[in-house]
C-alpha cells in the first residue's frame, strides 16, 4: 500500500511539474510571437497590439481583451478583441469610477475579482458590469518613465479571478507593449527629422536657384519672375501660382 500511494504521490508530483513547464512553454513562445511582431513593424504599432491582444485573450482565458491608449486626460481604443462588446464609444475619461482610470492614475495593477461587488470604489466600472454582463476584471497599466501611457483590459463574464502567472504574463506584455510603443515613437520623431531636413534642403536649393536667374538675368525680369512663380508652386504644394505687378494706383 505505501509503494502504491508513493508511487501515486510521485506520478502526480511529474503531472504537475509538466503542466508548469507547458505553461511556461506556451508564455515564452507567446512572449517571443510578440517580439517577433515588434521587430516585424518597427514604424507600425497597430499589428503589435493586436497580436498581444489575440495571445493575452487566449493565454489568460479572458472574454475579450481592450487596449486603451492615453492623450491628456482621456483613454482612445485601439484595439478591442472579444464578444463582450464595448459601451458604443471609442473613448473614456481617465477618471477612478472606472477600473482602467484608476489603474492609470495610480500607475498599478487593479485586479477586481467581481464588479458587482465594487460598486462604491468603482461606480462607473459597475454601470457597465450592468449593462454588458462581464463580472471579473483586470487591468495593467503601460508604464513609461514612471507614467501610464495606456492599459489592457481583460474581462469575464463569470467571477473567476486571474491567477497570479497570468497577470504577470500580461505584466510582459504590457512591457513590450511599451516597447512597441516608443519605437514607433522614435521612428516617427525620426521621419519627422529628416522630412524637416529635407524642406529645409529643398528650400535652399530653391533659393540659390533663383538667384542663380537673378545673376544671369539682371536687366530681364520675366525669368526671375517665372523661376519664383515655379519654385514656389512646387515647394507649396500649390496648383498654380501667380505674379502680379501693380502699375499705377488702381
Given at each position: ?14 503531472q504537475a511539474r509538466t503542466s ?150 500580461l505584466k510582459n506584455f504590457a512591457d513590450q507593449a511599451v ?72
Amino acid at each position: 500500500a505505501v509503494i502504491a500511494i508513493e508511487n501515486a504521490r510521485l506520478f502526480e508530483e511529474v503531472q504537475a511539474r509538466t503542466s508548469e513547464l507547458a505553461v511556461s512553454l506556451e508564455h515564452q513562445t507567446a512572449t517571443s510571437d510578440v517580439l517577433g511582431a515588434i521587430a516585424r513593424s518597427p514604424n507600425d504599432l497597430q499589428p503589435v497590439l493586436e497580436t498581444l491582444a489575440e495571445t493575452a485573450q487566449r493565454l489568460c482565458e479572458s472574454y475579450d481583451v481592450t487596449v486603451f491608449l492615453r492623450k491628456g486626460e482621456w483613454l482612445h481604443l485601439r484595439v478591442l478583441r472579444g464578444p463582450v462588446g464595448s459601451e458604443n464609444q471609442d473613448t473614456f475619461p481617465v477618471a477612478r469610477g472606472y477600473v482602467m482610470g484608476s489603474a492609470i492614475l495610480d500607475c498599478r495593477v487593479i485586479h477586481v475579482p467581481d464588479l458587482r461587488a465594487a460598486q462604491r470604489e468603482f461606480p462607473d466600472g459597475y454601470a457597465s458590469s450592468v449593462g454588458l454582463g462581464h463580472r471579473t476584471i483586470l487591468a495593467v497599466p503601460l508604464m513609461r518613465r514612471g507614467d501610464a501611457i495606456g492599459v489592457i483590459v481583460l474581462r469575464r463574464f463569470e467571477v473567476k479571478p486571474f491567477s497570479d502567472g497570468q497577470i504577470a504574463l500580461l505584466k510582459n506584455f504590457a512591457d513590450q507593449a511599451v516597447i512597441a510603443i516608443e519605437n514607433t515613437r522614435l521612428f516617427e520623431a525620426e521621419q519627422a527629422r529628416t522630412r524637416e531636413v529635407e524642406e529645409a534642403l529643398e528650400t535652399q536649393t530653391a533659393t540659390a536657384a533663383i538667384l542663380r536667374v537673378i545673376a544671369s538675368s539682371p536687366s530681364d525680369l520675366t525669368p526671375v519672375l517665372s523661376a519664383v512663380a515655379q519654385n514656389a508652386a512646387r515647394l507649396c504644394d500649390a496648383f498654380d501660382a501667380l505674379v502680379l505687378l501693380l502699375q499705377g494706383k488702381e
